[in-house]
């Protein structure tokens, strides 16, 4: 049997009789396309038997291009000002305005003879943020940072977009500038709004709060020695299309801030923090280390911080660019660290949230600085037990995986009864980091008493059995996943003492089991509340205001990965 290479001029023609391509005012077309290797900023008649045509913004009863009324085309100008004629002609095609054939550039010919490059086209216009309304009752939030324009972000921005939030949390390093020249800050920031992925997020017009961090303040965990910070300040405010009366451009030094927002009985207090703007070194390759002193918010933004908890609300969600609740990497000396001193600040803090003998992710983290992070859980602790909030959810970005935490606070005789907080990681868009991570604050994989179905003992990781260490649920000679649920110092699992794992929709002393991916032994490299292998993942919290209940998961391109329901 003989095959046949169709043409484009086939194609065309087969798709013309198909769809009967419509006649179009230029005003349908898009400003640039691709046609066979050249490069249109105008109208063609290649392969379209002298007809005018142009490939169109948006499809026509499914027709994806158009034949245009040439009397609509406007006039394209070269780069000394002059006219395009109309039509340029060349070996056998008519254009109106400008190509590539045959050249690098957009060029057309001229009414006074010979040929031009044409000016460049003019970037589309940039648009705006939305912002969020007061008056506006949450119920879904989403959340996430490390914006990279690789991998799967467009099909995790394109799913989270069809959620249809209430607001959007960018958590930081929203643009990977690490620069102290504010015009290229500027210009990374206008191409990010200018990609094609993230132009359909604005145009969704979801409303939208933000913090930055480290590569969007300026340099790699810089704080407030960064040089540019105040002219940094400008440009994030810029980008993110703040109201002019905004304190923070009248005078505000970082860009905390805070809103309320919903009615009566049914108010989320957001809070996003500037954890770098003030922050002393944490180590002393980033300057003078200030022991004791040292600060991460500096102390206005605490006196406001203090405040703005005592204002009465439902729930409280705290944005902050790097994660809150994960305890003291301790694989390395306590004396590298900036905040150190000469140890007892440091130490009394570590011991009064009754982590000693915790150790925890190795990367950025409030615990760098102890003291500063038992200042904070107190506050909040605080402001539960004085009744003002009901739940406490951390927000967090940068390290390019997702998590579901949960920390209990211990009592306090200053700050009242013990507190459970809970924290969601949400890091990044075309962002992976398929590594173990320490966390012994992860959230609990609940298990039962050796299969009795009642799902109230915390799995203990990580445990040995037969010899190999496990991070997570297994199903090793059972039919079911399982866990140890006591262990000896050496980790090794005590006999007898095991359940299943708590399945999607079981009771746990929290709350319930939401979403497990069947395939999360793919997304991870410990348990489940780990996500980290999936490409792209951000966050959602699903505030359910009848039932009081909220929902955290960790969301990847492809599906809800893993969530828990608690009770507010």
Same mark, same amino acid.
């Given at each position: 049997?003989?095959?046949?290479?169709?043409?484009?001029?086939?194609?065309?023609?087969?798709?013309?009789?198909?769809?009967?391509?419509?006649?179009?005012?230029?005003?349908?077309?898009?400003?640039?396309?691709?046609?066979?290797?050249?490069?249109?900023?105008?109208?063609?008649?290649?392969?379209?038997?002298?007809?005018?045509?142009?490939?169109?913004?948006?499809?026509?009863?499914?027709?994806?291009?158009?034949?245009?009324?040439?009397?609509?085309?406007?006039?394209?100008?070269?780069?000394?000002?002059?006219?395009?004629?109309?039509?340029?002609?060349?070996?056998?095609?008519?254009?109106?305005?400008?190509?590539?054939?045959?050249?690098?550039?957009?060029?057309?010919?001229?009414?006074?003879?010979?040929?031009?490059? +044409?000016?460049?086209?003019?970037?589309?216009?940039?648009?705006?943020?939305?912002?969020?309304?007061?008056?506006?009752?949450?119920?879904?939030?989403?959340?996430?940072?490390?914006?990279?324009?690789?991998?799967?972000?467009?099909?995790?921005?394109?799913?989270?977009?069809?959620?249809?939030?209430?607001?959007?949390?960018?958590?930081?390093?929203?643009?990977?500038?690490?620069?102290?020249?504010?015009?290229?800050?500027?210009?990374?920031?206008?191409?990010?709004?200018?990609?094609?992925?993230?132009?359909?997020?604005?145009?969704?017009?979801?409303?939208?709060?933000?913090?930055?961090?480290?590569?969007?303040?300026?340099?790699?965990?810089?704080?407030?020695?960064?040089?540019?910070?105040?002219?940094?300040?400008?440009?994030?405010?810029?980008?993110?299309?703040?109201?002019?009366?905004?304190?923070?451009?009248?005078?505000?030094?970082?860009?905390?801030?805070?809103?309320?927002?919903?009615?009566?009985?049914?108010?989320?207090?957001?809070?996003?923090?500037?954890?770098?703007?003030?922050?002393?070194?944490?180590?002393?390759?980033?300057?003078? +280390?200030?022991? @004791?002193?040292?600060?991460?918010?500096?102390?206005?933004?605490?006196?406001?911080?203090?405040? @703005?908890?005592?204002?009465?609300?439902?729930?409280?969600?705290?944005?902050?660019?790097?994660?809150?609740?994960?305890?003291?990497?301790?694989?390395?000396?306590?004396?590298?660290?900036?905040?150190?001193?000469?140890?007892?600040?440091?130490?009394?803090?570590?011991?009064?949230?009754?982590?000693?003998?915790?150790?925890?992710?190795?990367?950025?983290?409030?615990?760098?600085?102890?003291?500063?992070?038992?200042?904070?859980?107190?506050?909040?602790?605080?402001?539960?037990?004085?009744?003002?909030?009901?739940?406490?959810?951390?927000?967090?970005?940068?390290?390019?995986?997702?998590?579901?935490?949960?920390?209990?606070?211990?009592?306090?005789?200053?700050?009242?009864?013990?507190?459970?907080?809970?924290?969601?990681?949400?890091?990044?868009?075309?962002?992976?980091?398929?590594?173990?991570?320490?966390?012994?604050?992860?959230?609990?994989?609940?298990?039962?008493?050796?299969?009795?179905?009642?799902?109230?003992?915390?799995?203990?990781?990580?445990?040995?059995?037969?010899?190999?260490?496990?991070?997570?649920?297994?199903?090793?000679?059972?039919?079911?996943?399982? +866990?140890?649920?006591?262990?000896?110092?050496?980790?090794?699992?005590?006999?007898?003492?095991?359940?299943?794992?708590?399945?999607?929709?079981?009771?746990?002393?929290?709350?319930?089991?939401?979403?497990?991916?069947?395939?999360?032994?793919?997304?991870?490299?410990?348990?489940?509340?780990?996500?980290?292998?999936?490409?792209?993942?951000?966050?959602?919290?699903?505030?359910?205001?009848?039932?009081?209940?909220?929902?955290?998961?960790?969301?990847?391109?492809?599906?809800?990965?893993?969530?828990?329901?608690?009770?507010?």
């Amino acid at each position: 049997m003989k095959t046949y290479t169709l043409t484009p001029a086939v194609l065309m023609l087969m798709s013309s009789v198909a769809n009967a391509e419509p006649e179009v005012h230029y005003e349908s077309c898009k400003s640039t396309f691709n046609y066979l290797a050249a490069q249109y900023q105008g109208t063609t008649d290649k392969n379209n038997s002298g007809s005018q045509w142009c490939y169109l913004k948006q499809s026509i009863e499914g027709a994806t291009w158009g034949h245009v009324r040439t009397e609509t085309i406007p006039e394209f100008k070269t780069v000394t000002g002059k006219a395009c004629k109309t039509p340029s002609e060349y070996q056998g095609e008519k254009f109106y305005g400008c190509t590539t054939r045959n050249h690098t550039a957009p060029w057309c010919y001229i009414e006074e003879g010979g040929w031009e490059e +044409c000016q460049p086209e003019a970037p589309p216009a940039l648009l705006a943020h939305t912002q969020p309304l007061q008056s506006k009752r949450l119920d879904r939030v989403a959340l996430g940072s490390c914006f990279k324009t690789k991998g799967d972000m467009p099909e995790a921005l394109a799913k989270l977009i069809g959620q249809q939030p209430d607001l959007f949390l960018w958590l930081g390093d929203n643009i990977y500038a690490d620069t102290t020249d504010m015009a290229v800050m500027r210009q990374k920031y206008d191409d990010k709004k200018n990609n094609s992925e993230y132009r359909k997020f604005l145009e969704a017009k979801i409303p939208v709060m933000a913090i930055w961090d480290d590569h969007d303040f300026g340099w790699n965990n810089e704080g407030k020695h960064y040089p540019q910070r105040v002219n940094a300040q400008k440009e994030y405010l810029r980008h993110f299309d703040v109201d002019k009366a905004d304190p923070r451009l009248n005078g505000q030094a970082g860009i905390y801030e805070a809103k309320m927002l919903g009615g009566s009985g049914e108010t989320t207090h957001v809070i996003t923090l500037d954890a770098r703007y003030f922050r002393s070194p944490t180590f002393s390759s980033y300057g003078a +280390c200030e022991g @004791e002193s040292s600060t991460i918010l500096g102390e206005a933004q605490w006196q406001w911080l203090e405040q @703005e908890l005592q204002k009465p609300s439902e729930i409280k969600l705290i944005a902050s660019g790097i994660q809150v609740l994960p305890p003291l990497h301790q694989g390395r000396s306590k004396t590298n660290y900036c905040a150190y001193g000469d140890g007892k600040t440091f130490n009394a803090a570590i011991a009064s949230l009754e982590e000693t003998n915790m150790s925890g992710t190795s990367y950025e983290s409030w615990a760098e600085m102890p003291a500063q992070r038992e200042r904070l859980l107190r506050l909040v602790q605080k402001s539960v037990n004085e009744g003002k909030t009901k739940a406490v959810v951390f927000l967090s970005g940068d390290q390019h995986w997702g998590e579901l935490l949960q920390k209990t606070i211990p009592a306090s005789s200053a700050y009242g009864q013990a507190v459970n907080v809970y924290e969601v990681t949400a890091s990044g868009f075309g962002q992976n980091w398929p590594y173990h991570i320490e966390n012994p604050l992860r959230l609990p994989i609940y298990a039962d008493d050796k299969g009795d179905g009642n799902f109230a003992k915390a799995c203990q990781l990580p445990f040995k059995y037969a010899g190999v260490t496990y991070q997570g649920c297994i199903t090793r000679d059972n039919d079911k996943p399982w +866990c140890y649920t006591q262990v000896d110092d050496n980790q090794k699992g005590i006999e007898g003492e095991w359940g299943n794992c708590a399945p999607a929709g079981a009771s746990i002393p929290t709350g319930r089991v939401g979403a497990i991916s069947k395939d999360i032994a793919k997304l991870t490299t410990s348990n489940r509340h780990l996500i980290n292998k999936s490409g792209s993942n951000y966050g959602l919290i699903d505030i359910d205001w009848q039932n009081r209940e909220l929902k955290m998961s960790i969301e990847t391109a492809n599906e809800e990965a893993v969530s828990t329901i608690i009770k507010f």
